[in-house]
Protein backbone atom coordinates (compact mmCIF):
# COMPACT_ATOMS: atom_id res chain seq x y z
CA UNK A 1 0.00 0.00 0.00
CA UNK A 2 1.78 3.12 -0.79
CA UNK A 3 2.06 6.33 1.77
CA UNK A 4 -0.42 9.11 1.73
CA UNK A 5 0.99 11.70 -0.31
CA UNK A 6 2.38 14.59 2.49
CA UNK A 7 3.56 11.86 4.72
CA UNK A 8 7.19 11.09 5.64
CA UNK A 9 9.27 8.83 3.62
CA UNK A 10 11.18 5.92 5.54
CA UNK A 11 15.05 6.76 5.19
CA UNK A 12 16.72 4.03 3.08
CA UNK A 13 18.34 1.42 5.00
CA UNK A 14 21.72 0.00 4.07
CA UNK A 15 22.25 -3.54 4.74
CA UNK A 16 25.88 -4.65 5.58
CA UNK A 17 27.78 -5.96 2.76
CA UNK A 18 25.52 -4.08 -0.11
CA UNK A 19 27.33 -1.45 -2.07
CA UNK A 20 25.56 1.31 -2.49
CA UNK A 21 24.02 2.23 -6.20
CA UNK A 22 25.30 5.80 -7.81
CA UNK A 23 22.36 7.14 -9.40
CA UNK A 24 23.49 7.95 -13.25
CA UNK A 25 23.90 11.56 -13.97
CA UNK A 26 22.26 12.88 -17.26
CA UNK A 27 25.22 14.18 -19.48
CA UNK A 28 25.61 18.04 -20.04
CA UNK A 29 24.64 19.67 -23.35
CA UNK A 30 27.90 21.10 -25.10
CA UNK A 31 28.20 24.68 -25.01
CA UNK A 32 28.02 27.11 -28.45
CA UNK A 33 31.65 27.78 -28.34
CA UNK A 34 31.97 23.76 -27.94
CA UNK A 35 29.87 23.11 -30.52
CA UNK A 36 30.92 25.66 -33.21
CA UNK A 37 34.68 23.97 -32.28
CA UNK A 38 33.10 20.70 -32.88
CA UNK A 39 31.50 21.65 -36.32
CA UNK A 40 34.37 23.67 -37.61
CA UNK A 41 36.37 20.78 -37.15
CA UNK A 42 34.00 18.02 -38.48
CA UNK A 43 33.99 20.38 -41.97
CA UNK A 44 37.78 20.60 -42.05
CA UNK A 45 37.77 16.68 -41.70
CA UNK A 46 35.36 16.11 -44.62
CA UNK A 47 37.00 18.93 -47.11
CA UNK A 48 40.43 17.56 -46.07
CA UNK A 49 39.79 13.43 -45.86
CA UNK A 50 39.86 13.11 -49.58
CA UNK A 51 42.94 14.62 -50.87
CA UNK A 52 44.73 13.78 -47.96
CA UNK A 53 44.14 10.13 -49.02
CA UNK A 54 45.22 10.60 -52.28
CA UNK A 55 48.22 12.13 -51.52
CA UNK A 56 49.19 10.03 -48.88
CA UNK A 57 49.17 6.85 -51.38
CA UNK A 58 50.83 8.94 -54.05
CA UNK A 59 53.67 9.67 -51.05
CA UNK A 60 53.65 5.96 -49.96
CA UNK A 61 53.88 4.56 -53.40
CA UNK A 62 56.85 7.26 -54.78
CA UNK A 63 59.12 6.51 -51.39
CA UNK A 64 58.83 2.32 -52.22
CA UNK A 65 59.71 3.13 -56.36
CA UNK A 66 62.48 5.95 -55.66
CA UNK A 67 63.36 6.21 -52.03
CA UNK A 68 62.46 8.83 -49.58
CA UNK A 69 64.94 12.11 -50.25
CA UNK A 70 63.55 12.78 -53.62
CA UNK A 71 59.85 13.31 -52.28
CA UNK A 72 60.01 14.11 -48.76
CA UNK A 73 60.05 17.96 -49.69
CA UNK A 74 57.34 17.47 -52.72
CA UNK A 75 54.69 15.53 -50.24
CA UNK A 76 55.23 18.09 -47.35
CA UNK A 77 54.73 20.99 -49.58
CA UNK A 78 51.37 19.01 -51.10
CA UNK A 79 49.88 18.09 -47.88
CA UNK A 80 50.64 21.70 -46.07
CA UNK A 81 49.28 23.77 -49.32
CA UNK A 82 45.98 21.20 -49.34
CA UNK A 83 45.53 20.75 -45.76
CA UNK A 84 45.84 24.50 -45.24
CA UNK A 85 43.75 26.34 -47.99
CA UNK A 86 40.55 23.42 -47.43
CA UNK A 87 41.08 24.29 -43.34
CA UNK A 88 40.71 28.10 -43.67
CA UNK A 89 38.08 27.78 -46.13
CA UNK A 90 35.82 25.34 -43.51
CA UNK A 91 36.86 27.79 -40.82
CA UNK A 92 36.06 30.88 -42.69
CA UNK A 93 32.67 29.00 -44.25
CA UNK A 94 31.48 28.20 -39.99
CA UNK A 95 32.43 31.59 -39.34
CA UNK A 96 31.02 33.90 -41.56
CA UNK A 97 27.83 34.41 -39.58
CA UNK A 98 29.68 33.73 -36.09
CA UNK A 99 30.12 35.67 -33.07
CA UNK A 100 33.99 36.73 -34.48
CA UNK A 101 32.36 38.58 -37.60
CA UNK A 102 29.52 39.82 -36.05
CA UNK A 103 32.04 41.93 -33.46
CA UNK A 104 34.06 42.60 -36.38
CA UNK A 105 31.01 44.31 -38.24
CA UNK A 106 30.23 45.93 -35.18
CA UNK A 107 33.00 48.23 -35.52
CA UNK A 108 31.51 49.99 -38.28
CA UNK A 109 27.67 49.71 -37.59
CA UNK A 110 25.66 51.66 -35.05
CA UNK A 111 26.24 54.82 -33.82
CA UNK A 112 29.40 56.67 -32.35
CA UNK A 113 30.47 55.43 -29.46
CA UNK A 114 31.95 57.99 -26.46
CA UNK A 115 35.59 57.03 -27.68
CA UNK A 116 34.83 58.26 -31.23
CA UNK A 117 33.18 61.47 -30.04
CA UNK A 118 35.88 62.10 -27.70
CA UNK A 119 38.72 61.17 -30.66
CA UNK A 120 36.93 63.15 -33.78
CA UNK A 121 34.07 65.50 -32.47
CA UNK A 122 34.85 66.82 -28.48
CA UNK A 123 36.10 70.03 -26.94
CA UNK A 124 39.09 67.71 -26.56
CA UNK A 125 39.70 67.17 -30.23
CA UNK A 126 39.03 70.80 -31.67
CA UNK A 127 41.77 72.24 -28.90
CA UNK A 128 44.60 69.26 -30.27
CA UNK A 129 43.56 70.20 -33.96
CA UNK A 130 43.80 73.86 -33.09
CA UNK A 131 47.42 73.10 -32.38
CA UNK A 132 47.92 73.13 -36.06
CA UNK A 133 45.06 75.52 -37.12
CA UNK A 134 45.66 78.24 -34.54
CA UNK A 135 49.26 78.08 -33.70
CA UNK A 136 48.85 81.75 -31.73
CA UNK A 137 46.65 79.65 -29.41
CA UNK A 138 49.43 77.79 -28.17
CA UNK A 139 50.31 77.95 -24.28
CA UNK A 140 46.82 80.10 -23.66
CA UNK A 141 44.01 78.59 -21.23
CA UNK A 142 40.57 79.17 -20.11
CA UNK A 143 39.66 80.56 -23.71
CA UNK A 144 35.65 79.40 -25.08
CA UNK A 145 35.41 76.00 -27.15
CA UNK A 146 34.59 78.79 -30.10
CA UNK A 147 38.12 79.81 -30.51
CA UNK A 148 39.34 76.02 -30.96
CA UNK A 149 37.01 75.03 -33.58
CA UNK A 150 33.13 75.03 -34.61
CA UNK A 151 30.49 74.25 -31.54
CA UNK A 152 27.73 71.93 -33.72
CA UNK A 153 25.63 71.19 -30.56
CA UNK A 154 25.37 68.14 -27.78
CA UNK A 155 24.99 64.68 -28.46
CA UNK A 156 26.22 61.51 -27.33
CA UNK A 157 25.96 59.60 -23.54
CA UNK A 158 26.83 61.01 -21.85
CA UNK A 159 26.00 64.41 -23.68
CA UNK A 160 28.93 66.37 -24.37
CA UNK A 161 29.39 69.28 -26.54
CA UNK A 162 30.23 68.49 -30.55
CA UNK A 163 32.60 70.18 -32.52
CA UNK A 164 34.33 70.72 -35.34
CA UNK A 165 37.74 72.06 -36.77
CA UNK A 166 38.78 74.99 -38.17
CA UNK A 167 39.55 73.17 -41.21
CA UNK A 168 36.30 71.14 -41.48
CA UNK A 169 33.86 71.90 -44.10
CA UNK A 170 30.38 71.89 -42.79
CA UNK A 171 27.55 71.07 -44.99
CA UNK A 172 23.94 70.86 -44.10
CA UNK A 173 20.79 69.82 -45.37
CA UNK A 174 17.42 71.30 -44.14
CA UNK A 175 14.22 72.16 -45.54
CA UNK A 176 12.61 75.64 -45.24
CA UNK A 177 11.59 76.70 -41.60
CA UNK A 178 13.78 73.78 -39.74
CA UNK A 179 16.13 75.93 -38.05
CA UNK A 180 18.78 75.73 -40.51
CA UNK A 181 20.00 79.68 -40.50
CA UNK A 182 19.32 79.95 -37.01
CA UNK A 183 22.08 77.15 -36.28
CA UNK A 184 24.38 79.04 -39.00
CA UNK A 185 23.70 82.16 -37.01
CA UNK A 186 25.26 80.60 -34.27
CA UNK A 187 28.29 79.60 -35.85
CA UNK A 188 28.61 82.76 -37.62
CA UNK A 189 28.62 84.50 -33.96
CA UNK A 190 31.23 82.30 -32.70
CA UNK A 191 33.16 83.18 -35.33
CA UNK A 192 36.81 84.32 -34.32
CA UNK A 193 37.79 86.06 -37.01
CA UNK A 194 36.31 87.84 -40.01
CA UNK A 195 33.31 86.39 -41.48
CA UNK A 196 31.20 86.65 -44.81
CA UNK A 197 27.58 86.15 -44.61
CA UNK A 198 25.47 85.65 -47.25
CA UNK A 199 21.28 85.02 -47.29
CA UNK A 200 18.19 86.26 -48.70
CA UNK A 201 16.77 87.79 -45.16
CA UNK A 202 18.09 90.10 -43.10
CA UNK A 203 18.19 87.31 -40.34
CA UNK A 204 21.63 86.72 -39.77
CA UNK A 205 21.88 90.56 -39.48
CA UNK A 206 19.78 90.92 -36.33
CA UNK A 207 20.81 87.67 -34.74
CA UNK A 208 24.72 88.43 -35.01
CA UNK A 209 25.32 92.18 -35.70
CA UNK A 210 25.74 93.17 -31.85
CA UNK A 211 28.17 90.28 -31.24
CA UNK A 212 30.31 90.66 -34.39
CA UNK A 213 30.10 94.32 -33.86
CA UNK A 214 32.22 93.58 -30.59
CA UNK A 215 34.87 92.22 -32.60
CA UNK A 216 35.08 94.56 -35.78
CA UNK A 217 33.40 96.69 -38.50
CA UNK A 218 30.20 95.76 -39.67
CA UNK A 219 29.80 96.25 -43.76
CA UNK A 220 26.24 95.15 -45.61
CA UNK A 221 25.15 95.16 -49.08
CA UNK A 222 21.85 95.46 -48.93
CA UNK A 223 20.11 96.57 -52.72
CA UNK A 224 16.64 95.78 -51.97
CA UNK A 225 16.41 97.79 -48.50
CA UNK A 226 15.31 95.04 -46.65
CA UNK A 227 15.18 96.51 -42.71
CA UNK A 228 15.92 99.77 -43.61
CA UNK A 229 19.33 98.49 -43.69
CA UNK A 230 21.62 100.82 -45.54
CA UNK A 231 24.37 99.91 -47.68
CA UNK A 232 27.60 101.21 -46.18
CA UNK A 233 30.43 100.35 -48.63
CA UNK A 234 31.39 101.09 -52.36
CA UNK A 235 33.80 98.61 -54.22
CA UNK A 236 34.43 98.14 -57.74
CA UNK A 237 34.87 94.88 -59.70
CA UNK A 238 37.82 96.71 -61.58
CA UNK A 239 40.05 96.52 -58.16
CA UNK A 240 42.97 95.15 -59.70
CA UNK A 241 42.11 94.54 -62.99
CA UNK A 242 45.09 96.62 -64.65
CA UNK A 243 47.14 93.00 -64.35
CA UNK A 244 45.76 91.00 -66.20
CA UNK A 245 45.61 87.63 -63.91
CA UNK A 246 43.35 89.54 -61.66
CA UNK A 247 41.22 90.92 -64.90
CA UNK A 248 41.13 87.11 -65.84
CA UNK A 249 40.25 86.06 -62.59
CA UNK A 250 37.15 88.98 -61.77
CA UNK A 251 36.18 88.06 -65.32
CA UNK A 252 35.65 84.46 -64.46
CA UNK A 253 33.53 84.53 -61.42
CA UNK A 254 31.27 87.12 -62.61
CA UNK A 255 30.41 84.52 -65.88
CA UNK A 256 30.41 81.78 -63.22
CA UNK A 257 27.53 83.55 -61.21
CA UNK A 258 25.55 84.69 -64.13
CA UNK A 259 22.57 81.99 -64.86
CA UNK A 260 23.12 79.12 -67.41
CA UNK A 261 23.36 75.38 -67.67
CA UNK A 262 27.25 74.79 -66.48
CA UNK A 263 26.87 71.25 -67.96
CA UNK A 264 25.26 71.76 -71.35
CA UNK A 265 25.35 73.95 -74.48
CA UNK A 266 26.04 76.87 -72.54
CA UNK A 267 29.70 76.26 -71.22
CA UNK A 268 30.67 76.94 -74.77
CA UNK A 269 29.28 80.33 -74.45
CA UNK A 270 29.94 81.09 -70.92
CA UNK A 271 34.23 80.74 -71.54
CA UNK A 272 33.35 83.09 -74.76
CA UNK A 273 31.65 85.67 -72.73
CA UNK A 274 34.14 85.02 -70.56
CA UNK A 275 37.03 86.34 -72.39
CA UNK A 276 35.19 89.23 -73.85
CA UNK A 277 34.37 89.99 -70.65
CA UNK A 278 37.95 90.01 -69.50
CA UNK A 279 38.89 92.26 -72.45
CA UNK A 280 36.37 94.61 -71.55
CA UNK A 281 37.71 94.93 -67.40
CA UNK A 282 41.34 95.07 -68.38
CA UNK A 283 40.70 97.99 -71.00
CA UNK A 284 38.72 99.66 -68.74
CA UNK A 285 41.04 99.54 -65.38
CA UNK A 286 44.21 100.67 -68.04
CA UNK A 287 42.59 104.03 -69.49
CA UNK A 288 40.81 104.87 -66.07
CA UNK A 289 37.33 103.62 -66.61
CA UNK A 290 34.58 102.16 -64.39
CA UNK A 291 32.27 99.31 -64.97
CA UNK A 292 29.87 101.87 -67.37
CA UNK A 293 32.21 101.42 -69.66
CA UNK A 294 32.69 97.73 -69.40
CA UNK A 295 28.95 97.60 -69.66
CA UNK A 296 28.87 99.83 -73.23
CA UNK A 297 31.77 98.33 -74.55
CA UNK A 298 30.24 94.36 -73.90
CA UNK A 299 27.44 95.60 -75.63
CA UNK A 300 29.45 96.96 -78.43
CA UNK A 301 32.72 95.20 -78.76
CA UNK A 302 33.12 97.55 -82.28
CA UNK A 303 33.51 100.61 -80.05
CA UNK A 304 36.77 102.59 -80.94
CA UNK A 305 37.19 103.33 -77.48
CA UNK A 306 37.24 99.95 -76.66
CA UNK A 307 40.44 99.22 -78.87
CA UNK A 308 42.36 102.29 -78.21
CA UNK A 309 42.35 101.08 -74.38
CA UNK A 310 43.29 97.53 -74.99
CA UNK A 311 46.47 100.12 -77.39
CA UNK A 312 47.82 101.60 -74.46
CA UNK A 313 50.90 100.93 -73.36
CA UNK A 314 50.29 99.26 -70.52
CA UNK A 315 47.91 96.93 -71.67
CA UNK A 316 48.67 93.63 -71.78
CA UNK A 317 50.51 92.33 -75.16
CA UNK A 318 48.32 90.26 -77.70
CA UNK A 319 44.81 91.54 -75.97
CA UNK A 320 43.94 93.96 -79.07
CA UNK A 321 44.34 91.31 -81.41
CA UNK A 322 41.90 88.96 -79.54
CA UNK A 323 39.63 91.68 -79.28
CA UNK A 324 39.57 92.36 -83.23
CA UNK A 325 39.22 88.07 -83.92
CA UNK A 326 36.02 88.49 -81.64
CA UNK A 327 34.95 91.12 -83.28
CA UNK A 328 35.41 89.68 -86.52
CA UNK A 329 33.51 86.17 -86.19
CA UNK A 330 29.99 85.70 -87.59
CA UNK A 331 27.21 87.95 -86.58
CA UNK A 332 24.93 84.75 -84.88
CA UNK A 333 28.45 83.85 -83.27
CA UNK A 334 29.07 86.87 -81.86
CA UNK A 335 25.47 87.72 -80.52
CA UNK A 336 26.14 84.30 -78.12
CA UNK A 337 29.64 85.79 -76.95
CA UNK A 338 27.88 89.24 -76.04
CA UNK A 339 24.79 87.44 -74.96
CA UNK A 340 26.70 85.35 -72.17
CA UNK A 341 29.38 88.59 -71.36
CA UNK A 342 25.80 90.53 -70.84
CA UNK A 343 24.42 88.26 -68.48
CA UNK A 344 27.22 88.46 -65.86
CA UNK A 345 26.81 92.23 -66.41
CA UNK A 346 23.25 92.42 -65.97
CA UNK A 347 22.84 94.01 -62.64
CA UNK A 348 24.37 97.18 -63.72
CA UNK A 349 21.41 98.04 -65.22
CA UNK A 350 20.10 98.95 -61.81
CA UNK A 351 21.00 102.70 -60.69
CA UNK A 352 21.87 101.37 -57.65
CA UNK A 353 24.17 98.43 -57.77
CA UNK A 354 25.88 100.81 -60.92
CA UNK A 355 26.32 103.41 -58.44
CA UNK A 356 28.36 100.36 -55.43
CA UNK A 357 30.22 99.27 -58.07
CA UNK A 358 31.65 102.46 -59.87
CA UNK A 359 33.06 104.94 -57.00
CA UNK A 360 33.87 108.53 -57.75
CA UNK A 361 37.06 109.95 -57.30
CA UNK A 362 38.18 110.37 -54.00
CA UNK A 363 35.72 107.80 -52.45
CA UNK A 364 37.03 105.50 -49.65
CA UNK A 365 36.56 102.10 -51.06
CA UNK A 366 36.63 98.69 -49.45
CA UNK A 367 39.71 97.18 -48.26
CA UNK A 368 39.45 93.46 -48.37
CA UNK A 369 43.06 93.35 -46.76
CA UNK A 370 41.46 95.80 -44.15
CA UNK A 371 38.90 93.50 -43.61
CA UNK A 372 40.36 90.62 -43.32
CA UNK A 373 43.07 91.44 -40.51
CA UNK A 374 40.77 93.74 -38.18
CA UNK A 375 38.11 90.62 -37.89
CA UNK A 376 35.48 92.50 -39.77
CA UNK A 377 32.03 90.75 -40.94
CA UNK A 378 30.55 91.40 -44.26
CA UNK A 379 26.32 91.09 -45.01
CA UNK A 380 25.77 90.01 -48.05
CA UNK A 381 21.99 90.57 -48.02
CA UNK A 382 20.35 89.64 -51.84
CA UNK A 383 17.38 87.93 -52.88
CA UNK A 384 17.03 85.81 -56.13
CA UNK A 385 15.04 87.64 -58.51
CA UNK A 386 14.55 86.10 -62.11
CA UNK A 387 16.72 88.34 -64.93
CA UNK A 388 17.64 90.90 -62.19
CA UNK A 389 19.41 88.51 -59.73
CA UNK A 390 22.66 90.83 -58.24
CA UNK A 391 24.18 87.14 -57.55
CA UNK A 392 27.42 87.64 -60.53
CA UNK A 393 28.20 90.78 -58.22
CA UNK A 394 28.34 88.99 -54.61
CA UNK A 395 29.97 86.17 -56.06
CA UNK A 396 32.71 88.30 -57.48
CA UNK A 397 32.50 90.13 -53.66
CA UNK A 398 32.94 86.69 -52.14
CA UNK A 399 35.97 86.00 -54.62
CA UNK A 400 37.56 88.50 -54.59
CA UNK A 401 38.13 88.28 -50.22
CA UNK A 402 38.74 84.41 -51.11
CA UNK A 403 41.49 85.45 -52.92
CA UNK A 404 42.99 88.44 -50.63
CA UNK A 405 42.75 85.69 -47.72
CA UNK A 406 45.17 83.13 -49.59
CA UNK A 407 47.54 85.60 -50.48
CA UNK A 408 47.59 87.00 -46.98
CA UNK A 409 47.47 83.20 -45.90
CA UNK A 410 50.65 82.63 -47.31
CA UNK A 411 52.84 84.91 -45.99
CA UNK A 412 51.66 83.92 -42.43
CA UNK A 413 52.97 80.68 -40.42
CA UNK A 414 52.32 77.80 -41.31
CA UNK A 415 50.69 79.28 -44.78
CA UNK A 416 47.66 79.34 -42.77
CA UNK A 417 45.44 82.51 -41.73
CA UNK A 418 45.23 82.82 -37.50
CA UNK A 419 42.21 83.76 -37.06
CA UNK A 420 40.51 81.73 -39.83
CA UNK A 421 38.39 83.72 -42.49
CA UNK A 422 34.43 82.25 -41.97
CA UNK A 423 32.25 81.68 -44.72
CA UNK A 424 28.46 81.33 -43.97
CA UNK A 425 27.10 80.93 -47.28
CA UNK A 426 23.23 80.19 -46.86
CA UNK A 427 21.26 79.01 -49.85
CA UNK A 428 24.89 79.76 -52.05
CA UNK A 429 23.06 78.37 -55.18
CA UNK A 430 20.48 81.55 -54.52
CA UNK A 431 22.45 84.30 -53.42
CA UNK A 432 26.66 83.82 -54.22
CA UNK A 433 26.74 80.76 -56.51
CA UNK A 434 30.78 80.42 -56.06
CA UNK A 435 32.58 77.31 -56.99
CA UNK A 436 31.92 75.89 -53.79
CA UNK A 437 33.10 72.52 -55.55
CA UNK A 438 36.79 73.63 -55.73
CA UNK A 439 36.99 76.12 -52.60
CA UNK A 440 35.79 73.02 -50.16
CA UNK A 441 39.00 71.31 -51.32
CA UNK A 442 41.10 73.43 -50.25
CA UNK A 443 39.65 76.17 -48.04
CA UNK A 444 40.88 74.24 -44.84
CA UNK A 445 44.57 74.09 -45.66
CA UNK A 446 44.75 77.99 -46.31
CA UNK A 447 42.90 78.98 -42.95
CA UNK A 448 39.13 79.71 -44.48
CA UNK A 449 35.87 77.62 -42.64
CA UNK A 450 33.32 77.36 -44.99
CA UNK A 451 29.58 76.55 -43.76
CA UNK A 452 27.19 76.13 -46.47
CA UNK A 453 23.68 75.33 -46.02
CA UNK A 454 20.96 73.99 -48.79
CA UNK A 455 17.37 73.06 -49.01
CA UNK A 456 17.89 69.82 -50.75
CA UNK A 457 20.81 68.38 -52.89
CA UNK A 458 19.03 68.69 -56.10
CA UNK A 459 19.90 72.65 -55.41
CA UNK A 460 23.70 71.70 -55.69
CA UNK A 461 22.88 69.71 -58.71
CA UNK A 462 20.74 72.59 -60.50
CA UNK A 463 23.67 75.05 -59.81
CA UNK A 464 27.13 73.06 -60.11
CA UNK A 465 26.06 70.12 -62.02
CA UNK A 466 25.47 66.46 -61.31
CA UNK A 467 29.38 66.05 -60.54
CA UNK A 468 30.33 69.40 -59.10
CA UNK A 469 27.23 68.09 -56.63
CA UNK A 470 29.12 64.67 -55.74
CA UNK A 471 32.26 66.49 -55.40
CA UNK A 472 30.61 68.59 -52.55
CA UNK A 473 29.09 66.29 -51.12
CA UNK A 474 32.38 64.16 -50.84
CA UNK A 475 34.43 67.39 -49.74
CA UNK A 476 31.64 67.66 -46.61
CA UNK A 477 33.53 66.57 -43.89
CA UNK A 478 31.17 67.54 -41.77
CA UNK A 479 27.01 67.23 -42.49
CA UNK A 480 24.11 68.01 -40.39
CA UNK A 481 20.80 66.40 -41.77
CA UNK A 482 18.01 68.46 -40.17
CA UNK A 483 14.43 67.21 -40.33
CA UNK A 484 11.40 67.90 -42.74
CA UNK A 485 13.23 66.60 -45.95
CA UNK A 486 9.79 64.83 -47.94
CA UNK A 487 11.82 63.57 -51.37
CA UNK A 488 12.38 59.55 -50.86
CA UNK A 489 15.31 59.06 -53.47
CA UNK A 490 17.44 61.71 -51.75
CA UNK A 491 16.39 60.59 -48.64
CA UNK A 492 17.28 56.81 -49.24
CA UNK A 493 20.55 57.83 -50.14
CA UNK A 494 21.23 59.76 -46.62
CA UNK A 495 19.78 56.68 -45.01
CA UNK A 496 22.26 54.55 -47.16
CA UNK A 497 25.09 56.76 -46.05
CA UNK A 498 24.39 56.05 -42.35
CA UNK A 499 24.85 52.23 -43.00
CA UNK A 500 23.27 49.20 -41.60
CA UNK A 501 23.40 47.35 -38.49
CA UNK A 502 22.47 43.29 -37.75
CA UNK A 503 19.45 42.72 -36.10
CA UNK A 504 17.19 39.78 -36.17
CA UNK A 505 13.38 38.50 -36.10
CA UNK A 506 11.76 35.92 -34.86
CA UNK A 507 10.85 32.58 -37.44
CA UNK A 508 7.89 30.22 -36.64
CA UNK A 509 8.81 26.90 -37.87
CA UNK A 510 6.45 24.09 -39.03
CA UNK A 511 6.28 22.60 -35.58
CA UNK A 512 5.31 25.75 -33.47
CA UNK A 513 8.84 26.56 -32.84
CA UNK A 514 10.70 29.85 -33.04
CA UNK A 515 14.02 30.61 -34.21
CA UNK A 516 16.04 33.68 -34.66
CA UNK A 517 16.77 34.58 -37.83
CA UNK A 518 19.49 37.55 -38.37
CA UNK A 519 18.93 40.49 -40.83
CA UNK A 520 20.08 44.09 -41.47
CA UNK A 521 18.24 46.90 -40.87
CA UNK A 522 18.99 50.98 -41.86
CA UNK A 523 20.14 52.41 -39.10
CA UNK A 524 18.32 55.67 -39.54
CA UNK A 525 15.33 54.66 -42.07
CA UNK A 526 14.02 57.47 -44.23
CA UNK A 527 11.09 57.77 -42.38
CA UNK A 528 13.44 58.41 -39.24
CA UNK A 529 14.86 61.15 -41.18
CA UNK A 530 11.60 63.05 -42.06
CA UNK A 531 10.58 62.46 -38.41
CA UNK A 532 13.55 63.93 -36.24
CA UNK A 533 12.59 65.87 -33.42
CA UNK A 534 12.74 70.08 -33.86
CA UNK A 535 16.40 70.64 -33.18
CA UNK A 536 17.64 67.59 -33.92
CA UNK A 537 20.14 66.71 -36.46
CA UNK A 538 22.25 63.64 -37.46
CA UNK A 539 25.86 64.33 -37.50
CA UNK A 540 27.96 63.04 -40.26
CA UNK A 541 31.46 63.04 -39.76
CA UNK A 542 34.14 61.66 -42.24
CA UNK A 543 35.91 59.21 -39.52
CA UNK A 544 33.08 58.56 -37.14
CA UNK A 545 29.51 56.76 -36.77
CA UNK A 546 26.77 58.96 -37.47
CA UNK A 547 24.81 60.40 -34.36
CA UNK A 548 22.35 62.43 -33.44
CA UNK A 549 22.45 65.44 -32.11
CA UNK A 550 20.47 68.66 -30.61
CA UNK A 551 21.62 71.84 -31.74
CA UNK A 552 21.22 74.70 -29.96
CA UNK A 553 19.47 78.08 -31.86
CA UNK A 554 21.53 81.57 -31.87
CA UNK A 555 18.43 82.66 -29.14
CA UNK A 556 19.49 80.28 -26.86
CA UNK A 557 23.14 81.27 -26.56
CA UNK A 558 23.91 82.89 -23.51
CA UNK A 559 25.09 86.27 -24.21
CA UNK A 560 22.46 86.71 -26.73
CA UNK A 561 21.34 90.12 -27.75
CA UNK A 562 18.91 90.89 -31.00
CA UNK A 563 19.76 93.80 -32.95
CA UNK A 564 17.78 96.75 -34.07
CA UNK A 565 17.07 96.60 -37.49
CA UNK A 566 17.64 100.06 -39.23
CA UNK A 567 20.05 102.48 -39.89
CA UNK A 568 21.10 102.60 -36.16
CA UNK A 569 23.86 100.57 -35.38
CA UNK A 570 25.77 101.48 -38.97
CA UNK A 571 25.25 104.93 -37.88
CA UNK A 572 27.15 104.76 -34.78
CA UNK A 573 29.80 102.72 -36.14
CA UNK A 574 29.90 105.11 -39.24
CA UNK A 575 30.55 108.06 -36.02
CA UNK A 576 33.16 105.91 -34.46
CA UNK A 577 35.47 104.94 -37.42
CA UNK A 578 38.44 107.79 -38.12
CA UNK A 579 37.17 107.72 -41.53
CA UNK A 580 34.01 108.36 -42.96
CA UNK A 581 32.49 105.97 -44.74
CA UNK A 582 29.70 106.41 -47.73
CA UNK A 583 26.37 105.12 -46.51
CA UNK A 584 23.44 104.13 -49.40
CA UNK A 585 20.33 103.63 -48.81
CA UNK A 586 18.44 101.49 -51.16
CA UNK A 587 16.43 103.70 -53.43
CA UNK A 588 13.13 101.14 -53.43
CA UNK A 589 12.47 102.18 -49.53
CA UNK A 590 13.64 106.12 -49.59
CA UNK A 591 14.71 107.88 -52.37
CA UNK A 592 18.12 109.62 -52.12
CA UNK A 593 20.46 111.52 -54.62
CA UNK A 594 22.48 108.93 -56.31
CA UNK A 595 25.20 109.61 -59.07
CA UNK A 596 23.17 109.32 -62.28
CA UNK A 597 23.95 107.17 -65.15
CA UNK A 598 24.58 108.71 -68.34
CA UNK A 599 23.69 107.77 -71.55
CA UNK A 600 26.96 107.60 -72.45
CA UNK A 601 29.83 106.53 -70.57
CA UNK A 602 31.98 109.77 -69.53
CA UNK A 603 35.05 110.21 -71.90
CA UNK A 604 38.19 108.65 -71.07
CA UNK A 605 40.62 111.35 -69.53
CA UNK A 606 43.60 109.70 -68.42
CA UNK A 607 43.74 107.62 -71.76
CA UNK A 608 46.13 109.31 -74.70
CA UNK A 609 44.76 110.11 -77.69
CA UNK A 610 45.32 107.04 -80.28
CA UNK A 611 45.29 107.67 -84.38
CA UNK A 612 43.16 105.20 -86.10
CA UNK A 613 46.84 104.05 -87.49
CA UNK A 614 48.29 102.99 -84.59
CA UNK A 615 45.04 101.35 -83.79
CA UNK A 616 45.27 99.04 -86.99
CA UNK A 617 48.58 98.05 -86.09
CA UNK A 618 47.47 97.26 -82.62
CA UNK A 619 44.99 95.31 -84.06
CA UNK A 620 45.88 93.31 -86.89
CA UNK A 621 50.06 93.79 -86.29
CA UNK A 622 52.61 95.72 -87.71
CA UNK A 623 52.51 96.09 -91.21
CA UNK A 624 56.35 96.24 -91.45
CA UNK A 625 58.93 93.75 -90.10
CA UNK A 626 60.08 94.87 -86.71
CA UNK A 627 64.28 95.45 -85.74
CA UNK A 628 64.42 92.45 -84.43
CA UNK A 629 62.31 90.97 -86.43
CA UNK A 630 64.06 92.43 -89.84
CA UNK A 631 67.34 91.27 -88.15
CA UNK A 632 65.85 87.50 -87.68
CA UNK A 633 64.77 87.32 -91.25
CA UNK A 634 67.93 88.01 -92.79
CA UNK A 635 69.76 86.18 -90.46
CA UNK A 636 67.84 82.88 -91.12
CA UNK A 637 67.07 82.92 -95.08
CA UNK A 638 64.80 80.14 -95.31
CA UNK A 639 62.68 81.71 -93.01
CA UNK A 640 58.99 82.90 -94.15
CA UNK A 641 56.50 84.84 -92.44
Known sequence: MAPAAGCPQPAATAYPGTVPVKRRQPERKPGRLRQRRDRARAAVA?????????LSAAAILQLAHAGPLPYIGFAAGGLVTFYGRDGIDALRERRSGGKRAERARRKFQGTATAREIRGSLSVRAARRQAKVTRPSLAGTRGLPPAEHGVVLGTGGRPARTLMASHEDFILLYGGPRTGKTAVECGMLADAPGAAVSTSTRVDAFAHTALARAAKGPLWVLNPDGDGDLPTNFLL???????????????????????PSDKDGRDAHWDQRGAELLRLAMHAAAVAGGDMRHVAEWVRDPASPQFAAALCLPSAAEGWGRKLAMIRDTAGETLDGIIGAAESAISWMDDPFMAAVACPEPGDAEFDAVEFILSGATLYLIAADKPHGSVAPYTAWMTAHIWG??????????????????????????ITCPVPVDKWSAEAGGHGITIITGVQSPAQLSARWGENGAKTIRDNA?????????????????????????DTWHHVRGPDGGKTRQPAKERLFPP??????????????????RPLIARLTPVWERPGYQRAPL??????????????P????????????PMPAAPAAPPALEDAEPVTAKETI????????PEPARAAATSRSPGWTS
Not at 566 to 579: I, K, V
Open 46 to 54: RRTAVPASV
Open 236 to 258: SPLAGCHIPQIAIESAGYLQHAA
Open 404 to 429: TAKRIASRMPGSRLDPPLTMVLDEPA
Open 477 to 501: TVQLILRGKSDHDEMEKLSAVCGER
Open 527 to 544: ERIRTLKPWQAIVLHRST
Open 566 to 579: GPALLAAQQAALAE
Open 581 to 592: QLALEAPRREPI
Open 617 to 624: TCLLGSAE
